[in-house]
């Protein structure tokens, strides 16, 4: 009896990879133009199908929060120097603002208000998207393999939160500078993009490690590095001086108390596994690759990874915090890629990426923030709409 051939030309997964494979085939074919074009759109819209993003759930909810949150980021364009901390509690998020500079301040100063505060944020996440794509062939060095890194990041809250942003959080603003920071190839660049990235949220410190890693890992320059370092105490400088000179006082409460981390503790399994979800793929493959010489850089990976899950844990908002750690996806492809034997193998980076494209598409994003919120594919939220307005 002859053997039986273990996938079928015609089951679903041999379609899904014959039809990966030719359309990789035509995009490496074509233009680095349209492989830029084709990827940004994907980037943008896939993952936004497959976890349509509905925080909060109830849209009365978001329509309140949108208003609230919007009075007070108006308060700091028409005063970036405003200091919140004597009208709300040390540990609010109001009181947090006072240092969350960047885009009120672009409001204010082009006299734009939150008409530019919002083309600004929108602007920036094609700019986060574009910069995704471009680091991530810079780690592959190759385009289908760095469109599949490239989605693996934007399928998880990195790439969708800008369009559940009802309290103007700017993630994706502060995000979108740390990848141009991964971009660098000069100091300047590097550093200033980090600046930025730490006054629109101070937490996009965590990734240093991460930055600094992927640099390594590509070859960059020392001097990029040292960029990326000396922009930490360029802003804690920055901030007491505007503290000095404007009265403004940073905000350390609500970290790490008893009930947050209480809370945060039942859902870490989660917020680890939800801050990279598909991402997990090449960091495993780059810790279990490191061996001899390269041993003690894959556990460095694998502690910078899970540095920003950490840290998030001791804030109340744990998604937003464990996601600014999306560096290390990039950093692990870029590792398997230039640092351990066999990085010349582009099928199996191809394999590896492509399975963490396809984990982060298929499984629907959580968002935790003391509770869980499931955002579930477009297609399943239209019949829950469906169902929702035929009772």
């Not at 959580?366 to 509770?371: A, E, V, W």
Request: hydrophobic letters at 55%; glycine letters at 10%; one cysteine or more.
């Amino acid at each position: 009896m002859p053997p039986r051939d273990p996938v079928h030309p015609l089951t679903p997964p041999a379609v899904l990879v014959l039809a990966w494979t030719r359309f990789g085939a035509w995009l490496a074919a074509g233009t680095r133009t349209r492989w830029l074009v084709v990827g940004v759109l994907l980037l943008a819209t896939l993952p936004v199908v497959c976890s349509w993003p509905s925080f909060p759930a109830n849209p009365d909810d978001r329509a309140r929060w949108v208003d609230y949150w919007g009075k007070i980021v108006q308060v700091k364009i028409d005063d970036p120097w405003h200091d919140f901390m004597p009208q709300f509690p040390n540990d609010s998020h109001e009181a947090k603002l006072n240092f969350r500079l960047l885009l009120p301040l672009i409001g204010h100063t082009t006299g734009t208000g939150m008409t530019g505060v919002n083309v600004t944020r929108f602007a920036l996440q094609g700019v986060l998207l574009l910069a995704l794509l471009l680091a991530a062939e810079r780690a592959c060095g190759d385009r289908l393999a760095a469109l599949g890194v490239a989605l693996a990041v934007a399928a998880t809250y990195t790439g969708t939160c800008v369009w559940r942003d009802s309290c103007f959080w700017f993630d994706n603003c502060a995000q979108a500078f740390m990848a141009l920071a991964l971009l660098a190839g000069g100091p300047v660049l590097a550093g200033g993009s980090l600046l930025l990235a730490l006054f629109v949220d101070e937490r996009a410190v965590v990734a240093l490690p991460l930055l600094l890693f992927y640099h390594w890992c590509v070859g960059s320059p020392r001097r990029v590095s040292a960029g990326l370092v000396a922009a930490v105490p360029m802003y804690l400088l920055i901030c007491v001086g505007l503290g000095l000179m404007f009265h403004l006082h940073r905000s350390g409460g609500g970290l790490g108390s008893a009930d947050v981390l209480i809370d945060n503790l039942e859902y870490t399994p989660l917020a680890i596994y939800f801050a990279l979800e598909g991402g997990w793929i090449p960091v495993i493959f780059a810790v279990r690759g490191a061996t001899g010489g390269t041993a003690v850089a894959g556990l460095v990976l694998l502690g910078a990874a899970l540095f920003p899950v950490a840290a998030a844990g001791v804030a109340g908002d744990f998604t937003r915090g464990a996601s600014y750690g999306f560096p290390a996806t990039l950093a692990a492809a870029a590792f398997l890629r230039h640092r351990l034997p066999g990085g010349g193998d582009t099928a199996r980076l191809r394999r590896i990426t492509t399975w963490a494209a396809v984990v982060s598409l298929a499984v629907p994003n959580l968002f935790i923030m003391r509770n869980i919120y499931l955002e579930s594919c477009a297609p399943v939220r239209a019949v829950i709409w469906w169902l929702e307005g035929a009772r």
